[in-house]
């Protein structure tokens, strides 16, 4: 018997001044609660109970410890009941790390459509482009893009897939030759993805194989909404996520190249990641069929 249970024999003796009627209570034998109370009496070193053949009472030492025993016994009881409530009930505060850009236009509408349907849980949400780990970051959640994990235990499932445009400026167009085909993509700069996220260079699949092109930059960032800002500039060509694009592509802003020819990769991916898929708390699972919905509806990648 451990000590938790060993106290709450102590308790129940006490209360029903009695071993036998303790015994009842538990759905134990007698000379189990005898053997409990016996332990815990050489735990402490003290005795708790002065008996006779017909009845116990308690040792000035088992008073004090009886008042101290029943907080205690108590404040596990409420936070063994809030604890379940936690895991069948929607509540306590969500962590989230959410990749900026790539959530860009749907993070907000996501979360307050959780929040409306989850008014006992409490957002607290990270915006970041780094690499993030979880659980050292304590995160219960990501949205993630795949170079962000930085553990491979992480339990990740797909949400979307962002296509991804190759486009420039009217005023790089008029300084330089129009792409006609991938190898032409040699001849340009490009306002890259920083190399230690995505190798600079570009596959397109084709009947031989995938043809990969290597890409010249003299600007490299970790955010797309700086890419496209110096895109737009005129500094070189860039591969950005269509989501970003719609009304710079509407206004003439930045204009598509090479539609004919289809990328070897041509979407990131989206995924909400986690720690574990066992015993998870009510508030992530909530979370986890909320993002699944949401994103089946309005998927980019369609």
């Keep these: 018997m451990d000590y938790v249970e060993t106290l709450r024999v102590f308790r129940t003796v006490v209360e ?12 134990v034998t007698t000379p189990v609660v005898s053997r409990a109370i016996a332990s815990l009496e050489q735990r402490i070193g003290s005795r708790l109970f002065h008996r006779t053949t017909r009845q116990i009472s308690l040792t000035e030492t088992a008073e004090r410890f009886y008042e101290r025993c029943v907080r205690i016994l108590d404040d596990l009881d409420a936070l063994e009941a809030e604890t ?9 505060v ?23 349907q989850n008014p006992k849980v409490c957002l607290d949400v990270t915006l970041v482009e780094r690499p993030v780990d979880l659980v050292g970051d304590g995160y219960d959640m990501g949205i993630v893009l795949p170079y962000m994990l ?12 962002v296509p991804l445009v190759i486009v420039g400026s009217p005023e790089y167009l008029k300084r330089h030759r129009r792409p006609a085909e991938p190898a032409d993509l040699a001849e340009h700069e490009f306002v890259a993805v920083s190399p230690s996220i995505r190798k600079p260079a570009l596959a397109f699949k084709a009947a031989e194989g995938e043809i990969a092109i290597p890409l010249k930059f003299g600007i490299a960032s ?14 070189g060509l860039g591969v950005l996520p269509e989501a970003l694009l719609f009304e710079d592509l509407a206004s003439g802003r930045l204009v598509r190249l090479l539609d004919g020819f289809e990328l070897a990769e041509d979407a990131i991916e989206l995924r909400l990641a986690y720690v574990t898929r066992t015993l998870m708390p009510a508030k992530v699972r909530a979370f986890i069929d909320h993002a699944t919905a949401f994103f089946a509806a309005n998927s980019l990648g369609r």
């Design 16 to 27: 029903a001044r009695s071993f036998t009627r303790a015994a009842d209570t538990l759905g």
């Design 94 to 116: 969500l962590r989230l790390v959410a990749h900026t850009t790539a959530t860009v236009n749907r993070l907000v509408p996501l979360l307050a459509g959780f929040k409306e």
């Design 84 to 92: 379940f409530n936690e895991a069948r009930e929607a509540t306590g």
């Design 150 to 161: 930085t553990s491979d235990t992480t339990v990740t499932k797909l949400l979307d897939r």
């Design 222 to 235: 970790n955010n797309p909404m700086f890419n496209r800002e110096m895109v737009i500039k005129g500094f």
